[in-house]
């Protein structure tokens, strides 16, 4: 009984502070700018590891259809409490296949539960803002694919996806160039990303910036290949901590008014 308190104390501080984060003042005004570019009025939007909804309040407030996924039911009940009332909000996790999973959960940092095993191991001995991390607990969970996800609601302009080193995996489970997504990045687990950017180039011809943190304006005014995302990811991405890989496929409306690297 202690220990089911205890943790239920953490949550509950783990969601205070992912509210004074994710919801500060100011902070969707800028979630919209970023994706405006990319979630035009009427299209639809795909937010993978929701948490608790501020990009799907984003996605929404740009006139999209939102349909997000969040497995977690602590931070699904507070993302439907902020955002619910107005998107499709699914309690399931995306991978390469259909089924059941274990989700480790962290009780004091919910956003950081992961089904990624091998990243849970490693991540801390490799970047050590993780050290401290304790992931005391575990939740089976539904899983789903992007391809299914779209077979049910439609072909998304965007899909968002940040769920803890498991992004290649989602990705396993499309099959289609979608429009543009984004990808979560973290030092220390960067062959991750490497794997994300080779399943989408093997999907279509994307090119690539980036968003650092929890920042809303993107890092190149140039728009980078793959070959060039792969180099800057082994020279260890300009040492940031982490950040948001974007893809936008080639013939994006957003590429024809930026510029484009012809490596």
């Known amino acids: 009984m202690l220990a089911f308190l205890k943790q239920r104390g953490l949550r509950t ?23 405006r570019p990319f979630v035009p009025p009427g299209s639809l939007a795909f937010d993978i590891g929701a948490h608790l909804g501020d990009r799907s309040a984003a996605f ?14 602590l931070l699904a009940h507070w993302c439907r409490r902020m955002v619910g009332r107005h998107i499709t909000l699914l309690p399931l996790a ?36 993780f050290a401290h991390l304790n992931w005391a607990a575990s939740e089976r969970v539904a899983v789903t694919t992007l391809d299914a996800l ?5 072909e998304p302009a965007f899909i968002k996806i940040d769920v803890e080193g498991f992004e290649a995996d989602v990705l396993a489970g499309l099959s289609r160039a979608v429009a543009a997504l984004s990808v979560e990045f973290v030092a220390g687990a ?18 690539y910036n980036c968003v650092a943190g929890e920042q809303r304006h993107f890092q190149w005014a140039q728009w980078k290949s793959a070959a060039e995302i792969h180099a800057w990811l082994k020279n260890g991405a300009d040492g940031l901590a982490s950040g948001d890989i974007y893809a936008c496929r080639v013939d994006h409306a957003l590429l024809k008014h930026s510029s484009i690297s012809s490596v």
């Open 13 to 35: 501080v783990g969601i205070a502070r992912s509210l004074i984060i994710y919801w500060r003042p100011g902070r969707q005004s800028g979630l919209k700018a970023l994706y």
């Open 190 to 207: 960067l062959d991750v990303s490497h794997a994300s950017v080779e399943r989408l180039s093997i999907l279509g011809d994307y090119r």
């Open 150 to 154: 779209i077979s049910e609601y439609g």
């Open 94 to 129: 995306a991978g390469a296949a259909p089924g059941y999973a274990e989700l480790a959960v962290s009780p004091a940092n919910l956003t950081v539960s992961t089904l990624a095993d091998q990243w849970r191991e490693q991540i801390g001995q490799h970047n050590p803002g």
């Open 60 to 73: 929404h407030a740009l006139g999209a259809r939102v349909v997000a996924l969040e497995p977690q039911p």
